[in-house]
């Protein structure tokens, strides 16, 4: 038996999961740690906190899975000579970039867990196909992972068949529907991990340019498998056809709706196809899908009324957070040798994070001019408010997994009632109000008010609402008539039933709204503080944190400080003066609009080099505070911030940035002051420079 730590490192959706003796104890995801989207950061604070938390240290590992096996990246290379043939240097380029990220994740990764010989690879789409058929308790399951890539697979359909997974088929990079769907999100203006809105956004569209994806850029077939053509891609050919992408600050327009109306309904066909041609070379009662693309819940809730398979199931770490657990059970089951890994505890819940830190209660409550009281039924309490029209804060137990709350971690409202859908938008969630909300039900009702007989607990695959109660359930039914559904059981949480159970004694309905508790832009809450800023500065009536129960606000003095990720990932230091370098890495100022802003309210004094244009940051901000001087740095100062590089990880994992010479000079002008050197990220995060150094030496084998 063995300790085994899995990881998801330095990409996006960052992850730690840990398994003892063939026990999934927990899983932490970056985000939470640092407050910055989708988990970049080089020194995860997840990390440390994982293993303190259970009372391991680094030591302590036996064995680390890493998601990205590099036997399969060298076929991903010849991918790559394939894909640019005609352009011989952009190859070079691409697998210069793959050789070096496989190189410094390793080596880095070796210095947190102690020991680089400790880490063994897995196959990435194997730890995703691992991650979700282990658990599940099924003795036999289909499976299809899809995704935008793993080493050189986008899609991989597999049998699971007791303790052993055997992959059957999979479509290899460039012809990848999740790098599709992420170009046109991003062609519409957003960013990686934004794909939920062009999903909500196509319910207001029509697939009008479908035939030109399928006429110009992909062939199809019945299978679900295609292959990409006349583009190399898909930024090419969305730029080459339908024009430059919207910009972030231009108004949505029928065509950008039409647009994610194409990518949407190309996505529900291609996974009903996949779904049918599974079914006839993997016979099995479960369909399960994971990966990235499984997160679209409009498309798995096609693949579901399809009834292509008796059931259809999906998990809220469909994401790569899903290869963190998935690697450590491979490993369990190959490397350590326990056979049995399908009698694994089935995944009943996604309740797998850290627990709030109720400990500091009292006093973040004093400290932020709030009182509260501690009662014995407090899902009583708030259900006697949401019948009221009132906006909870619900917040229990241990964090579930995933991008959406499952009532531990949720805003909860009166799911029958659109104006409070309206302000949650508006005055708590600050989000485009298009964007739907969804609704958490009592199991037992799932079928009363959806088109369904199979309970779905993880909000992520969408039913349709019955039609006599669309009008009635208006604040959780999309424009389309659909709704991302969460059945709650009592087994899997006790206390969300027995509120939901209180609120239909009330008003005859067992339902609520529920939506992550986090502001726009941020990580779901994952401490007391986070919660306390966001019950102040919002427009939320209550909130609900184990058995303690906030209601009223300080009339004056009200702490309304908005969300900052500087509060998360900030280096503790005593100085507040900073020296602001810019780095020539191609990422435009106007990335860094927010670390602008967050600046202005902590650091007393910056001073900035000349390489940070002035007027560009005037236009972002406005006025200039007075504490920012353009001049040389001079003591004190204690931190040199160097900018430049858009997210952490990427401080590393572009070779072009970490060899950089402008990182020895934020080195050489921080020791001339006394100052530690950072890296910003444009979301707020920090990195350590000097880490960035020491790895990039050692994989070069040059003290940089």
């Given at each position: 038996m063995a300790l085994i730590l899995g990881v998801n490192y330095l990409t996006h959706d960052g992850c730690f999961s840990l398994v003892k003796d063939g026990e999934l104890l927990a899983v932490y995801e970056v985000e939470r740690f640092n407050q910055t989207k989708l988990g970049r950061e080089l020194k995860?604070?997840?990390?440390?906190?994982?293993?303190?938390?259970?009372?391991?240290?680094?030591?302590?590992?036996?064995?680390?899975?890493?998601?990205?096996?590099?036997?399969?990246?060298?076929?991903?290379?010849?991918?790559?000579?394939?894909l640019w043939r005609d352009k011989p240097w952009q190859a070079r380029s691409d697998i210069d970039a793959i050789e070096w990220m496989m190189d410094t994740s390793r080596v880095a990764l070796g210095r947190l867990v102690g020991g680089e010989e400790k880490i063994i690879p897995v196959r990435h789409h194997l730890a995703h196909l691992a991650g979700v058929y282990y658990p599940s308790g099924c003795e036999s399951a289909a499976i299809i992972s899809i995704d935008g890539i793993g080493e050189a697979e986008s899609t991989v359909i597999a049998l699971g068949q007791r303790d052993e997974i055997n992959i059957l088929r999979h479509n290899q990079f460039p012809n990848s529907l999740g790098l599709i769907y992420y170009c046109v999100t991003e062609w519409l203006g957003w960013y990686t991990g934004e794909e939920g809105k062009t999903m909500a956004l196509a319910s207001y569209g029509e697939p009008t340019y479908l035939s030109t994806f399928l006429d110009e850029f992909i062939d199809l077939s019945d299978d679900g498998f295609f292959t990409c053509k006349n583009y190399p891609t898909p930024k090419a050919f969305l730029n080459t056809v339908f024009g430059p992408a919207r910009q972030p600050h231009e108004a949505l327009t029928q065509r950008h709706k039409d647009m994610a109306a194409t990518v949407q309904h190309l996505t529900n066909e291609i996974l009903i196809r996949l779904a049918r041609y599974t079914k006839k070379i993997a016979p099995a009662d479960t369909l399960?899908?994971?990966g990235g693309v499984a997160l679209n819940s409009v498309a798995n809730g096609k693949v579901l009324r399809e009834g292509i398979f008796k059931n259809l199931l999906a998990y809220p770490h469909a994401n790569d957070t899903g290869v963190a657990i998935g690697g450590a059970m491979w490993l369990e089951r190959h490397v350590v040798g326990n056979r049995s890994m399908h009698k694994i505890k089935p995944f009943t819940g996604a309740y797998w994070g850290r627990e709030m830190d109720l400990e500091n209660l009292p006093g973040l409550a004093e400290k932020f001019g709030l009182s509260y009281q501690t009662i014995d039924t407090p899902e009583a309490w708030a259900a006697e408010r949401i019948a009221d029209g009132k906006i909870v804060g619900w917040i229990q137990g241990r964090a579930e997994l995933g991008p959406r709350a499952l009532g531990n971690r949720s805003i909860l409202a009166n799911a029958c009632s659109a104006e409070t859908k309206d302000t949650i938008n508006a005055k708590i969630k600050n989000r485009e109000m298009w964007r739907p909300f969804a609704p958490s039900v009592l199991a037992e009702d799932t079928s009363v008010y959806f088109e369904t007989e199979q309970v779905l607990p993880y909000m992520i695959i969408v039913a349709d609402v019955r039609a006599e109660w669309r009008e009635k359930l208006a604040a959780v039914t999309h424009v389309d008539g659909t709704a991302r559904v969460q059945s709650v059981e009592q087994r899997v949480n006790p206390r969300y039933h027995a509120l939901l159970s209180a609120l239909k004694d009330r008003t005859g309905v067992g339902m609520v709204l529920n939506t992550s508790f986090n502001?726009?832009?941020?990580?779901?809450?994952?401490?007391?503080?986070?919660?306390?800023?966001?019950f102040l500065r919002s427009d939320m009536d209550a909130l609900v944190i184990g058995n303690h129960v906030f209601e009223t606000k300080p009339t004056s003095g009200r702490d309304r400080t908005p969300f900052s990720a500087f509060l998360?990932?900030?280096?503790?230091h005593a100085c507040p003066h900073a020296h602001v370098l810019m780095g020539d890495f191609g990422v435009p100022l106007s990335r860094y609009k927010s670390f602008f802003e967050q600046a202005a309210r902590y650091f007393t004094k910056l001073s900035f080099d000349p390489s940070v244009p002035r007027a560009d940051?005037?236009?972002?901000?406005?006025?200039?505070?007075d504490g920012w001087l353009w001049e040389e740095i001079a003591a004190p100062c204690d931190?040199?911030?160097?900018?430049?590089?858009?997210?952490?990880?990427?401080?590393?994992?572009?070779?072009?940035?970490?060899?950089?010479?402008?990182?020895?000079q934020a080195q050489d002008m921080a020791a001339s002051v006394g100052a530690v050197a950072y890296g910003v990220d444009c979301n707020g995060g920090f990195t350590d420079l000097a880490f960035v150094q020491e790895i990039a030496g050692a994989v070069t084998g040059v003290e940089i």
């Open positions: 995860p604070q997840a990390l440390e906190a994982i293993l303190s938390d259970f009372g391991y240290t680094p030591d302590d590992i036996d064995h680390v899975s890493f998601s990205y096996h590099p036997a399969y990246m060298e076929v991903r290379k010849e991918q790559t000579r394939q399960i899908i994971t502001d726009r832009g941020e990580p779901i809450v994952n401490t007391v503080e986070q919660a306390l800023r966001l998360y990932s900030l280096p503790p940051i005037a236009a972002l901000i406005g006025d200039i505070p931190r040199v911030l160097l900018l430049g590089a858009e997210y952490g990880a990427f401080w590393l994992l572009r070779k072009s940035v970490c060899q950089s010479p402008v990182l020895q």
